[in-house]
Structures are given as structure tokens and as C-alpha cells.
């Protein structure tokens, strides 16, 4: 009798530990999207709380309120984790889309632009990629309220809605203090984002590790789009160091993709000091032997390059082998002291990618028409002002011309742009957004508007 | 083995995790969360010493098996929220559950203890079964990292069904040991090794295998280490050799084998505890090698977590050279340790 009631009690507990039966939607997530073409399958994966449980779903893509209805294609399930691949409608727009989940019960469960649809990967393709930003919300005790840094963040999002690059890299300390309404905010700044994020944490993401995991996913991942990987090393465990399973993870990533474009992101620079400790020759290797041609840091608050020998070059940014970057923080305390740019601000890094080769990846901070050695682009120095009706001024302090930019008009009705290119029109509630394609020469300061068609 | 398994559970399936939950909330320090972790060692600790010299009353076979009742019903419910989201905004709550967890996995211990000490001290056979129970239980958490947790609830729902339990052999006649010094001292030393998976994998829960590895390689070490006299010199050798090779390249402590031969060499370490006769009111020393151990867990992630002095872990192998000399020389006809003593 007491045997069976132990016995009952083991049960008892572990069904009361299971039910109801729920999961949760690890991947895909804002950080580390499911990037590819309509029409194409990706793969979502479910943590259930009893394993063997299949969740009867329904699943759908969500953008400006317009839903798009997802083909389960395939499933597998393994203990208590359930991978479903889903087929995207091949009609569906190209864009950022929320990865909506409806289990039985009629309960949502949503992933906020997680999945992009978008072309195959050009041979000419033009990254942005960030580090350090601003500190977000009021603070304790309401930290969700307005503070200074979310004002800083919006116009770095404006700004580079304007460069619109395919893809936004996030390289980590990406919410300075680390308490949970900071990741909160960080979300909501990164849903104005145009472009797909993927994200790595830093060392600053440590002092609040629960509220990263939360919103932005695992701290190390890789995020395939075509031939072209985006590998996301997380460098802030522990003091500045990469363990030796992610190290183990690596080499295996790596040479699954063998033939693929890689980019590597991590927050702590190879080089000089405060970066990564361990494993670093080791890594230089593998990055040489896969041709990887960029590897791009922030931690310094300051811009510099190194070649793969470690030297930091002050010779011009074109030389052999992989770059290692460094980039400015985009809104926390500079350090010029470690700079080797031609001035200190707060900024990103835009670079170009021609096939597997690193084309400009650096700003021409002296105005002498070439691009210098380490300078990332300034921001805050691209005025985007929305004037209304449909109107919207562009005001550049930038050295160089920004070829091929985006800006978004918005109307009631359908109209045309008075300058630029109509890429593409989107409906957004009950107002018409018009996607003009625009070069934005040095120094100028226009207004695009939209008019009625001419006849 | 219930006794054993309530007894053992406390240092070495709580505790580890709880460094773990430490690891990645205990930096939070803005957050109520993070303050509850730091907190909640040092208040096991006290609850743990208190218990152990003022709660005779839990002796009694009657109150004894309602707080193990009731802890189950504890631990069930404190559970729930961990199951699926270790980590969520509510985080708050979960460190008060893990510490309510704590709390409940202490009085089980100090039950647990005092039904082994009533039984006339622990048993080798049990104890070693013990371990392979809990190396199963700690495997679990690679489905869900805190799962171990929760099968605290069917233990201590088992020992308020099963009382006592009987001892192999007259266990009064067996020498009463005193575990000491530098044996702490190697306790310390495999619990800086075996965190370092711990470490490593962190919020990726595979570093739940390693801590049943580690658990499983104590099992073994208990029992070969009376069995087999060559295994007594060739565990502790074996496991030192692959720790100080994994101190030149750490990422062999994230190799399977270097856990589960630790882990062997800390079982062999501890057979003399699980062979000798209760002293007071307590099994042998564990009041001894439960902070000894925890303390080399954190020591672990500390030097682990600096990179630059990550290498003082051959330092601190150095001391045991002389001690560890004279085990091999002896071990062959005095499997249960050289510092065992007959009782007086």
C-alpha cells in the first residue's frame, strides 16, 4: 500500500508538472529569423512539456494584418522537442512576417517578424551592422517608460530603414544594463526594423541573461539564407571567451558549410586587448580556411581592423585575408583611445558583399573621397523627417553619397513619388505605404513627396 | 537505498543545480531573482545546521514522514513554473521556488541522514545505487534542465512509505572513519572538475549528461574501488591523469570520459564514508564534503569563467601528489583508505 502510493505520487507529480500540456516556439525568433524565398519550407521548432505530444496546430504568416496560411510539410519529432516545416505561400509578398501559432484552443502564440520572405541572395548584397547601443527605457522603478536612448534608437532605425541594407547584424551589449524592460524596449525597436536582425549577445547581456534568452532566442546560433551563413558565436561567457563546445559547434558549422558565403559575428574583437582569451589562433585558422571575409566585433566603443596576423591596419582597408572589424558603438560611451578612425561618434558599420568578396566597409570620415582605413558610418547625421501628407525631407551630413536608398511614404490613396523609383506599394491599415528607391548625395538636403500620377 | 537517495540528494543533485540557476539569475543583480539566489545558499546552510542540532523531533516516524509528505507536495507545485521556462520575466517567483525546492531537499537530507545513522551508518551497496538513481535523475534534465528537481517529490513520497532499511552486514562493527583532510581536499578538486561542464554548456541543458556521467562514474567508483584492488590505484589515476591533461586543453573537460572518470575517482574517495559507522548524528563526515564539494563547484566556475587563471587548476592538483603517493602504495590491501581508523 505505501509502495503503490510512492508510485502514484511519482506519477501524480509529474503529470501535474506536464499538464496542461503547452510548448513553447524556440525558433524561428526576431534574432534568428527563418530567412528565405516564398514558396520555400523552414522549420519551427517546439519544446513540449511531455515529450511524445503532438500540438494539433494551425499555423499562419501575419503582416499588416493580412494573414497567409502555412502548409505543414513534414514533422519530426524527437522526445520532447517537435520540428514542423512549413511551406510558405508562394504569393505572399516579400517582407518581415510574424510567425503566428494557434493550437487547439483557439490560444496565439506569436513570434514578431520572425520569418522573412525575400529574393535568393544577390552577388551584390549591402550589410549594416551594429554593437553597443544606447541605454533603453526610463529606469527603475517604471524602466519601461521613455528614456534618452530609445529617442537615439529610433533614429538609428530611421536611418537605416533609409540605407535599407538586406540584412541588420546585431553584434551584442545590445541592452546596456541588462534588466528585463531594456530587452523589452530593444524588441520594440527592432520591430521598426525593415531588414531581417540577427542578433548575438555581449558581455553585458550577462547582468540580465533571463530577459535576452526570453526575447531574443539562444546565444549562439547560425542563420542560413541561400549560399550566404551568418554564424553568431557568443563571446560573453564567462570573462571574454569562446567555451570549448561552442568551439566544438563551430568547426562542425563551419564545415557543413563549406561552400556557403559566411559572415561571423561576436561581440569581442580576436585581437589586441580585452578580447576573446582562448581558442583565438584556432579560430583565425578556420576562418582563413574557409575564405570567410569579414569578422565583425564591437566591445571597444571604437572602430579599428585587424588583418588575420593580428596588426591592426592603418595602411587602408583593402588587404589580403580576412578582416577582422571592430565598430563603433551605436549610442554607449566611446573610447577613442582605441579608435584608429579619423574621428570618434556614435555609428554603425555598412559594408558591401560582392559574391564572397568584402567590397567598401568603411566611411570616408576625412572627406577625401576614399574610403580610410577603420572608419565606421557616423549616425545621427542623416536627417529623416516625416513632413506628413505624404512628404518626407532627407538631410544628409554624410562625407559620401548613400547610393540606393529607401525611404517610405505613406498616403491614403495610391499616388506616385515626385523623385526617386516606386519599388513597391504595401497597404498598412487604412493607409497606402509607397517604397521609393533614392540617392542620397553628400550633403543634400531634399524633400520627397508623393503626387497624383500624371495622365 | 530510499534513505540514501533522500541523504544524497541535497550536495549532489540540489546543490549543483542550484550553482547553475546561480550562473545564469545570480548576475541579474537589478532583478529580485538574482538577489534570491545569492541569498539561497546561505540559507540552506543555516537551515541545514539548525536541523542538524535541533530537529530530534524529526526523528519520530510519524512527523518524520508527514514533512515528507507534505515537502512532496511542496516541490510538486514549486515545480510547475520551471518546467517549460527556466528562464521567463516572472523570474522572480521561479528563485522563490527553487529556494522553497531548497528548503524541502534540506529536510529530506537531514531525514535521510538520520534514518542511515539509525540504521547504523551507510551502506556501500545502497549508497553506490544511490548514485546510479541519481545519475538518472540528473540525465533527465536534458529534456527539461530542472526536472531533476522535481523527482525530489516521488523520493520523499517514497521514504514516508518506506521506513528504515535494513543493513547488509552488523554495520556497528565497521571502524568509524574520519574523512580526512586531504581526501576533503580531492572532494574539492572533483567538484572544480566536474563544474566545468556545468559551466561550459550552461543554458545549453546537455551539461545535465555530464552531471549524470559524473554520478554515474561515483556509483562505479564506490563499488570497484572495494572490488577490484587494482581498480582502487588505477580510478584515482586515471581520473588525475585525464584532469591535469584537461587542465593544458580544457576542452577535454567537456569529454564525456572526463566526467565519468572524476567522477570514479570521487566515488573511490568516498567509499571509506560509505564503510564506516554512523558518528552521532551523522553518517561518517558529509557535513564536511557537502561544503567541500559546493565550495569546488563555485571554485570551478570562477576559474573557469577568468580564462587567465584558469591554469591555477594544476596548482591545486599539486598538494595532493605526497597523500595520493602513499594511497597507491597502500591502496592494494587497504581499499578503504589509509586514514581509516579502528573505533576506540
Given at each position: 500500500m505505501r509502495r503503490a502510493l510512492a508510485v502514484f505520487t511519482a506519477f501524480a507529480a509529474i503529470l501535474w508538472a506536464a499538464l496542461p500540456l503547452r510548448f513553447d516556439v524556440r525558433g524561428p525568433r526576431l534574432g534568428i529569423p527563418a530567412l528565405l524565398a516564398p514558396g520555400e519550407v523552414f522549420t519551427t521548432d517546439l519544446h513540449l512539456s511531455h515529450p511524445g505530444w503532438r500540438p494539433a496546430l494551425e499555423a499562419r504568416l501575419e503582416r499588416d494584418g493580412v494573414s497567409y496560411p502555412l502548409e505543414l510539410v513534414g514533422d519530426?519529432?524527437?522526445?520532447?522537442?517537435l520540428e514542423l516545416d512549413y511551406r510558405t505561400p508562394p504569393d505572399a509578398p516579400h517582407g518581415g512576417y510574424d510567425l503566428v501559432l494557434v493550437d487547439d484552443s483557439g490560444v496565439e502564440h506569436r513570434r514578431e517578424r520572425s520569418v522573412h520572405l525575400l529574393p535568393p541572395p544577390a552577388h551584390d548584397l549591402r550589410i549594416v551592422q551594429l554593437a553597443d547601443l544606447p541605454t533603453f527605457g526610463s529606469g527603475p522603478p517604471d524602466g519601461f517608460g521613455e528614456g534618452p536612448g530609445d529617442a537615439e534608437m529610433r533614429q538609428i532605425v530611421r536611418e537605416i530603414n533609409l540605407i535599407r541594407p538586406d540584412y541588420v547584424l546585431l553584434s551584442g551589449d545590445v541592452a546596456y544594463v541588462g534588466g528585463w524592460f531594456h530587452y523589452h524596449k530593444l524588441h520594440e525597436h527592432l520591430l521598426d526594423l525593415e531588414s531581417p536582425v540577427i542578433c548575438v549577445l555581449g558581455n553585458h547581456e550577462y547582468k540580465g541573461l533571463a530577459g535576452y534568452l526570453e526575447t531574443m532566442g539562444a546565444p549562439r546560433h547560425v542563420v542560413d539564407h541561400g549560399d550566404l551563413s551568418f554564424v553568431s558565436l557568443n563571446t560573453g561567457h564567462g570573462r571574454d571567451q569562446l567555451t570549448a563546445s561552442q568551439f566544438t559547434w563551430l568547426e562542425r558549422v563551419m564545415d557543413e558549410r563549406h561552400d556557403q558565403r559566411v559572415i561571423v559575428q561576436m561581440h569581442h574583437p580576436l585581437f589586441w586587448k580585452r578580447k576573446v582569451f582562448v581558442r583565438v589562433d584556432e579560430m583565425v585558422e578556420l576562418f582563413a580556411d574557409h575564405e570567410v571575409p569579414i569578422v565583425l566585433s564591437g566591445h571597444w566603443h571604437a572602430d579599428n581592423v585587424f588583418d588575420e596576423h593580428g596588426v591592426s591596419r592603418t595602411d587602408g582597408p583593402d588587404f589580403p585575408g580576412t578582416k577582422y572589424v571592430t565598430t563603433t558603438a551605436a549610442g554607449a560611451e566611446l573610447h577613442p583611445d582605441q579608435s584608429t578612425a579619423f574621428e570618434s561618434y556614435h555609428g554603425y558599420r555598412v559594408f558591401e558583399l560582392h559574391g564572397n568578396q568584402l567590397g567598401r566597409y568603411t566611411y570616408d570620415g576625412d572627406g577625401d573621397g576614399q574610403p580610410d582605413t577603420s572608419s565606421s558610418h557616423p549616425a545621427h547625421r542623416m536627417l529623416i523627417e516625416d513632413l506628413g501628407d505624404g512628404g518626407v525631407r532627407i538631410a544628409s551630413s554624410w562625407n559620401e553619397d548613400l547610393l540606393g536608398a529607401?525611404?517610405?511614404?505613406?498616403?491614403?490613396?495610391?499616388?506616385?513619388?515626385?523623385?526617386?523609383?516606386?519599388?513597391?506599394?504595401?497597404?498598412?491599415?487604412?493607409?497606402?505605404?509607397?517604397?521609393?528607391?533614392?540617392?542620397?548625395?553628400?550633403?543634400?538636403?531634399?524633400?520627397v513627396k508623393l503626387v497624383e500620377p500624371r495622365p | 537505498m530510499i534513505a540514501h537517495l533522500l541523504w544524497l540528494q541535497l550536495p549532489f543533485v540540489y546543490l549543483p543545480l542550484l550553482v547553475v540557476g546561480l550562473a545564469i539569475y545570480g548576475a541579474d543583480f537589478e532583478h529580485p531573482s538574482g538577489r534570491i539566489y545569492l541569498w539561497t545558499p546561505l540559507v540552506l546552510a543555516v537551515l541545514h545546521s539548525l536541523l542538524r542540532h535541533f530537529g530530534r523531533v524529526l526523528?519520530?516516524?510519524?512527523?518524520?514522514?508527514?514533512?515528507?509528505?507534505?515537502?512532496?507536495?511542496?516541490?510538486?507545485?514549486?515545480?510547475?513554473?520551471?518546467h517549460m521556462s527556466w528562464w521567463d520575466?516572472?523570474?522572480?517567483?521561479?528563485?522563490?521556488?527553487?529556494?522553497?525546492?531548497?528548503?524541502?531537499?534540506v529536510f529530506a537530507s537531514q531525514l535521510g541522514a538520520r534514518r542511515v545513522t539509525r540504521a547504523g551508518g551507510p551502506d556501500a551497496t545502497h549508497a553506490a545505487c544511490a548514485f546510479a538513481v541519481l545519475a538518472l535523475i540528473a540525465t533527465g534534465g536534458m529534456l527539461y534542465p530542472m526536472i531533476a528537481l522535481l523527482a525530489l517529490a516521488p523520493l520523499m513520497a517514497a521514504g514516508a512509505a518506506v521506513d528504515d532499511e535494513a543493513p547488509d552486514a552488523p554495520r556497528a562493527e565497521r571502524p568509524a572513519t574520519r574523512f580526512g583532510g586531504w581526501r576533503r581536499y580531492a572532494v574539492l578538486l572533483a567538484g572544480i572538475e566536474l563544474s566545468l561542464p556545468l559551466w561550459d554548456f550552461q543554458t545549453d541543458p546537455r551539461w545535465a549528461l555530464f552531471l549524470g556521467l559524473g554520478l554515474l562514474g561515483v556509483a562505479a567508483g564506490v563499488v570497484l574501488a572495494a572490488r577490484r584492488p587494482l581498480f582502487a590505484v588505477l580510478l584515482p589515476a586515471f581520473a588525475t591523469v585525464?584532469?591535469?591533461?584537461a587542465a593544458f586543453d580544457s576542452a577535454q573537460t567537456v569529454c564525456p570520459m572526463h566526467a565519468l572518470l572524476v567522477g570514479a575517482g570521487t566515488g573511490w574517495l568516498l567509499r571509506p564514508l560509505f564503510e564506516a559507522r554512523a558518528v552521532k548524528d551523522e553518517p561518517a563526515s558529509l557535513a564536511w564534503c557537502t561544503p567541500v564539494w559546493i565550495v569546488g563547484i563555485l571554485l570551478g566556475y570562477v576559474l573557469a569563467a577568468n580564462r587567465s587563471i584558469m591554469g591555477l587548476r594544476l596548482l591545486f592538483w599539486l598538494p595532493l601528489l605526497i597523500p595520493l603517493l602513499g594511497v597507491f602504495r597502500n591502496a592494494p590491501s587497504r581499499p578503504s583508505g589509509s586514514d581509516s581508523r579502528p573505533t576506540t
Open positions: 519530426h519529432l524527437a522526445w520532447n522537442r529607401t525611404v517610405s511614404l505613406r498616403s491614403r490613396r495610391e499616388l506616385v513619388p515626385d523623385k526617386g523609383t516606386l519599388l513597391r506599394r504595401r497597404v498598412q491599415g487604412d493607409m497606402i505605404l509607397h517604397e521609393v528607391r533614392i540617392d542620397v548625395p553628400a550633403g543634400a538636403d531634399f524633400v | 526523528a519520530k516516524r510519524e512527523v518524520s514522514a508527514a514533512v515528507l509528505i507534505l515537502g512532496a507536495a511542496v516541490v510538486a507545485y514549486a515545480y510547475r513554473p520551471l520575466e516572472r523570474s522572480t517567483s521561479q528563485a522563490a521556488h527553487i529556494l522553497a525546492i531548497g528548503v524541502c531537499s585525464w584532469t591535469v591533461a
